[in-house]
C-alpha cells in the first residue's frame, strides 16, 4: 500500500470523531464517510457507536445503504463499535420496526440487552486474540453477540458466556467501546486487515 491505509468513519450519527482520533494517531488518513464518493475512497470503514436503527435510517436516505452492503459483499474490511456491531449483524433481537442492517456477520445480535437505555457498565475482558493486558471494555446501551454461525469466530465474552467481540473474515464487531478508553489493539486489527488486503509486502501496523 502506498502510504497511509485511507479509512473512513461513517459518518452520520454516533461517536465518529473517537475513531477518527484513534485512527489516526495509529497512522492512517482516516476521514469521515457521508457519501457514496466517499466510501468509495476508502479501503475501509469503521461503523461507530450511536443509535443503530438512527444510522440505518440516514443510511438509506443518504444513499450509502446498498453501497456499503456491497462493499461488504467484496470484503472491504470493517469494524463496528456497539450499533456499529448491530449494523453488522445478519440477525438482530430487539430491532425497532422496519430496521435493517448491512449484515455479512453470521451472527444475530440482542440490542440493549443489559437492561434500560441507561444501562451502562466497565470490565476488564480478556481476548487471547489481543493478548495481554486485558481490555478495559465500557459498555453503553450495549447489545450482546447471542447466537452465531460457523464461520464467525468469538474473540472475547462476559462470563455469562454471552460474547461481546466477534470477527469474521474481514468484518471485526466488538459490543463494547475501545474507541473512548485509549485501547487501540482493536483498530490496529481492522488496519492490518486493511493493509493485508492491499496487498503491499511491509506491514505499517
Ligand atoms: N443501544 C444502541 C443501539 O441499539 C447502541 C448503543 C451504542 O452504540 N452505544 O443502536
Redesign the pocket.
Known amino acids: 500500500m502506498a502510504g497511509k491505509p485511507r479509512v473512513g468513519v461513517l459518518a452520520l450519527q ?1 461517536d465518529v470523531r473517537e475513531h477518527l482520533a484513534v485512527l489516526t494517531a495509529l497512522g492512517a488518513d482516516a476521514r469521515p464517510v457521508r457519501r457514496r464518493e466517499e466510501l468509495a475512497a476508502v479501503q475501509g470503514l469503521v461503523l461507530p ?5 438512527v444510522i440505518d435510517k440516514l443510511a438509506r436516505a443518504f444513499g450509502l445503504f446498498d453501497p456499503i452492503r456491497a462493499a461488504i459483499a467484496d470484503g472491504m474490511p470493517m469494524y463496528g ?4 456491531l ?1 449494523l453488522l449483524a445478519d440477525r438482530i433481537d ?1 430491532a425497532i420496526a422496519g430496521q435493517q442492517t448491512f449484515g455479512g456477520l453470521d451472527a444475530r445480535v440482542a ?2 440487552v443489559f437492561g434500560s ?1 441507561t444501562a451502562s457498565f466497565e470490565t476488564d475482558l480478556d481476548v487471547p486474540a489481543l493478548g495481554d493486558p486485558p481490555v478495559h471494555a465500557v459498555f ?4 450482546a453477540v447471542v447466537e452465531w454461525g460457523p464461520d464467525a469466530e468469538p474473540l472475547a465474552s462476559l462470563p455469562d458466556g454471552r460474547v461481546v467481540a466477534i470477527e469474521q473474515g474481514a468484518l471485526l464487531g466488538t459490543a463494547f ?1 475501545p474507541e473512548s478508553t485509549g485501547e487501540t489493539r482493536f483498530h490496529q486489527r481492522f488496519l492490518a486487515r486493511v493493509h493485508a488486503r492491499s496487498g503491499a509486502d511491509a506491514p505499517a501496523f
Open positions: 454516533g457507536g450511536g443509535e443503530s436503527s463499535t456497539c450499533a456499529g448491530i430487539g440490542r440493549n437505555q453503553i446501551r450495549a447489545p467501546h
